[in-house]
């Protein structure tokens, strides 16, 4: 359900968190967050009710995907080994011969020191699908958020929002779909060609990209598995955002099927670049 509105009489998020709300802004300074409630800032609650209030929902098609590379510890797309980094099986002459013995330990040790590494990693990715698996059922799902002191807005929840990592972000579409409209299969182009990496050339060189491209997007779409472009390259590009990625190459399959019926549910990013209090 949608989180509880914010105003400067009630705290908003989450509806069970009225005995131990969070503030409006995270700061340690209270005196700051006392003053709050009396100044007027009727854009600044609009801004974080409306983003709360947007619907998402678990993007079922890569979730399968994900699934299935996890089941099977295919450790591609930013997946970290789900059993972990094997250690070399110990040489014959160990207990004999110095150099064995050193080349062993040598060897050894990079596996130990990766397995530690990708402990977090590897806790991090099973929280995710576990959430994800959770909440594919519902049409709809909602994060509350909040303001840092920059006035930024940050999802409560981390792991899996839309503002996570990579997989994460491609775990998610907005719950309602919109037709593309007569420009709209520009920027879902324009937002594939980003995604895989290929954006340092302009808006018409990127939508002209997924164009020339579209055979093997399409084919992503329809075997995934086997079809792994979508996490290694397109042509002559590198992927950047693999999971991301994946849901536009499903989009893309499915508005390329049907133009004129099709509805997306693809979020597109742009970058602010007038960001007054950035610069300052």
């Not at 789900?82 to 040790?109: L, Q």
């Not at 590009?237 to 999971?243: E, F, Q, R, V």
């Not at 970058?271 to 209090?277: F, K, N």
Request: aromatic share 12%.
């Amino acid at each position: 359900v949608p989180p509880m509105p914010w105003s400067p009489e009630e705290f908003g998020g989450y509806l069970t968190y009225a005995k131990r709300p969070y503030p409006l802004v995270k700061t340690r300074n209270q005196g700051f967050l006392a003053e709050l409630p009396n100044y007027e800032m009727p854009v600044i609650y609009e801004a974080i009710n409306n983003v709360q209030n947007t619907g998402w929902q678990v993007n079922n098609r890569v979730l399968e995907v994900m699934n299935s590379m996890w089941d099977e510890d295919i450790a591609e797309a930013g997946l970290p080994h789900r059993g972990g980094v094997p250690i070399p099986p110990k040489p014959a002459d160990i207990a004999s011969n110095e150099e064995s013995r050193r080349s062993w330990r040598r060897r050894a040790a990079v596996a130990w020191a990766a397995n530690k590494s990708l402990s977090g990693e590897r806790i991090a990715t099973n929280l995710m699908l576990g959430t994800a698996n959770r909440f594919a059922k519902y049409p709809a799902i909602y994060f509350p958020y909040q303001y840092d002191y920059r006035g930024r807005l940050y999802s409560v929840p981390s792991g899996l929002s839309p503002q996570g990592a990579d997989p994460a972000k491609g775990l998610l579409r907005f719950a309602e779909g919109k037709p593309l409209g007569e420009r709209g299969a520009f920027w879902l182009a324009y937002q594939g060609a980003n995604l895989a990496g290929n954006d340092k050339v302009t808006f018409e060189e990127r939508v002209q990209w997924v164009w020339d491209n579209d055979e093997a997007i399409r084919a992503c779409a329809a075997d995934p598995m086997n079809n792994r472009g979508w996490c290694r390259a397109i042509g002559e590009i590198a992927i950047d955002s693999p999971w991301q990625f994946l849901a536009f190459c499903f989009e893309w399959n499915d508005y390329r099927a049907d133009p004129d019926g099709f509805v997306s549910h693809l979020s597109v990013a742009m970058d602010g670049s007038c960001s007054g209090i950035q610069h300052f």
